[in-house]
Nanobody, 120 residues
Framework: QVEVVQVGGGLVQPGGSLKLSCAATGYYLEITTMGWYRQHPGKQRELVAVIKNDGTIDYQDSVKDRFTISLNNAKNAVFLQMNSLKPEDTAVYYC??????????????WGQGTQVTVSS
């Protein structure tokens, strides 16, 4: 059974840093993309950053130059380094991955979500 498990998050002061981590577990054939989304209260989930297995990276404009997405060498874990955090970055952050298994076509998997709160 494939799962996407994330760790990290918490409370940080404005201007501070946090790092989120996420790993795909279980038996699968291919991970095509891994990324991070966030959801503000009462709002729809939005893309923060995504990295494809060809190395292509996209960021939401509001986090460019502050957040960095990266993969481990095995390309089965994704990280989000968040610097210069602002109160408007406060949200629940979700890891996302598109994974193909021996019995399914590529489908989307979500982590359990983690709260990031930026406040003094």
């Amino acid at each position: 059974q494939v799962e996407v498990v994330q760790v990290g998050g918490g409370l940080v002061q404005p201007g501070g840093s946090l790092k989120l981590s996420c790993a795909a577990t279980g038996y699968y054939l291919e991970i095509t993309t891994m990324g991070w989304y966030r959801q503000h209260p009462g709002k729809q989930r939005e893309l923060v950053a995504v990295i494809k297995n060809d190395g292509t990276i996209d960021y939401q404009d509001s986090v460019k130059d502050r957040f960095t997405i990266s993969l481990n060498n095995a390309k089965n874990a994704v990280f989000l380094q968040m610097n210069s955090l602002k109160p408007e970055d406060t949200a629940v952050y979700y890891c996302n991955a598109h994974i193909r298994t021996p019995i399914t076509q590529t489908r989307e998997y979500w982590g359990q979500g983690t709260q990031v709160t930026v406040s003094s």
